[in-house]
C-alpha cells in the first residue's frame, strides 16, 4: 500500500500524484469508476503515478479520491490511512472538507478491518438513498477468484472475488446491504492499482454459503 519517493516526515500536498490532465485524465477515471460499479466484481486499473513514502492508500483508492472528492464533498479517513500530509493533499487537491463523523461522510477511506469497528455511516432513506456513504476499501489482495460470490444486477450469471483474510467484516457488511436495499453501502474495493465495485444492489455471498444456499433449492 505504501508508495515511493521522499520521506513521510518531508511531505508536501504538491508531493501526491494529481490527474495527469484535469479533464480528460478525470474523465477517463470517471467512466471506469462508473464502469466497475455497473459491472460489480469487474477489474479496472487506474492509472496515477506512484503515492509518496509512508502513504498508505493504494494509488486507485487515490485515484479514486481524486476523481469523486470535490468541494462539495465531505470524507472520513480511517485513522490507520492518515498518514502525515493526507488530510492537506486532500484540500490541496480536491478541494473537499475532512469529517470526524463518518455518519457525515459522502465518502470514506477505509480498511476492511474498519467495518467491524465502525457501524456508524450513513445508509441514506427509501427516499433518499443515495445519500449514503461510499466506502473508498484499501486491502493488499484484490483477484478473481471463489471465495465470494457475486450475483445481481450487471452480472450476467455470478462474479467471484477472492480478497485477503481480513475482508471478512467488509464482505459481511456489503453482504447485510440485500436487508436494507435501496438503502446500503456501495464500495469500491482497491489494490495497488486495481479497483472492483461492489454495489449496494449486489448480492454477497461466500463461497460455502452459496452452495449451501444452491443445495437447499435443488
Given amino acids: 500500500m505504501t508508495g515511493t519517493g521522499t520521506r513521510a516526515a518531508d511531505v508536501r500536498p504538491q508531493d501526491w500524484p494529481m490527474l495527469d490532465d484535469g479533464v480528460h485524465h478525470s474523465q477517463q477515471l470517471f467512466r ?12 479496472q486499473t487506474l492509472a496515477v503515478a506512484e503515492l509518496p513514502a509512508g502513504a498508505q492508500l493504494s494509488p486507485a483508492a487515490w485515484a479514486a479520491v ?13 485513522p490507520r490511512l492518515a498518514t502525515p500530509g493526507l ?50 476499501v484499501v486491502t493488499d489482495s484484490l483477484t478473481e477468484g471463489n471465495d465470494w460470490v457475486l450475483s445481481g444486477p450487471g ?5 467471484g472475488l477472492t480478497l485477503s483474510a481480513e475482508a471478512v467484516p467488509l464482505m459481511a457488511r456489503l453482504s447485510a446491504n440485500r436487508a436494507t436495499f435501496p438503502r446500503g453501502l456501495d464500495a469500491f474495493i482497491t489494490a495497488g492499482h486495481q ?14 454459503e452459496r452452495a449451501a444456499r444452491i443445495e437447499e433449492d435443488v
Fill in 195 to 208: 479497483l472492483r465495485a461492489v454495489a449496494r444492489s449486489t448480492r454477497v455471498e461466500a463461497r460455502t
Fill in 32 to 43: 471506469q469508476l462508473l464502469s466497475a460499479m455497473s459491472e460489480p466484481g469487474t477489474q
Fill in 87 to 136: 488530510y492537506e493533499a486532500v484540500a490541496f487537491h480536491t478541494g473537499a472538507s475532512i469529517t470526524e463523523s463518518p455518519a457525515d461522510a459522502d465518502f470514506a477511506l477505509v480498511v476492511p478491518q474498519t467495518l467491524s469497528e465502525v457501524t456508524s455511516f450513513a445508509e441514506g432513506s427509501d427516499a433518499w438513498p443515495d445519500r449514503s456513504t461510499t466506502l473508498i
Fill in 66 to 78: 481524486l476523481t469523486l472528492c470535490d468541494l462539495d464533498t465531505r470524507l472520513w479517513v480511517e
Fill in 155 to 159: 452480472i450476467a450469471d455470478c462474479r
